[in-house]
């Protein structure tokens, strides 16, 4: 069965940093590509991040170009998501994704709140 588990979320003041997991089972993480959506309140998904099979392609929003960083551990299983200069917008429920034989997978999601 596969699975998704995000962590790190939490509370950050602007400015600040957070470092997103994603622990995946089920699956061998490095086979597919995988990404990372966010959903801030009132509002729809937004696509942030993505990684190739071979990680070592990435690709970004522009909104978060130059300020998140995705990565993973393939000897872990984990998808990561390193988040610097946060803001206020960034405040939303975080979920990593996978595309397996066209079905798509998600966690519950980790909660980051940029507030002073």
């Known amino acids: 069965e596969v699975q998704l588990v995000e962590s790190g979320g939490g509370l950050v003041q602007p400015g600040g940093s957070l470092t997103l997991a994603c622990a995946a089972s089920?699956?061998?993480?490095?086979?597919?590509?995988m990404g990372w959506v966010r959903q801030a309140p009132g509002k729809g998904l937004e696509w942030l991040s993505g990684?190739?099979?071979?990680?070592?392609?990435?690709t970004y929003a522009d909104s978060v170009k130059g300020r998140f960083t995705i990565s993973r551990d393939g000897a872990k299983n984990m998808l990561y998501l390193q988040m610097n200069r946060l803001q206020f917008e960034d405040t939303a429920v975080y979920y990593c994704?996978?595309?397996?034989?066209?079905?798509?997978?998600w966690g519950e999601g980790t909660r980051v709140t940029v507030s002073s």
């Open positions: 089920g699956f061998t993480l490095t086979n597919y590509a």
């Open positions: 994704n996978v595309v397996i034989f066209s079905y798509s997978h």
């Open positions: 990684i190739n099979t071979g990680g070592d392609i990435t």
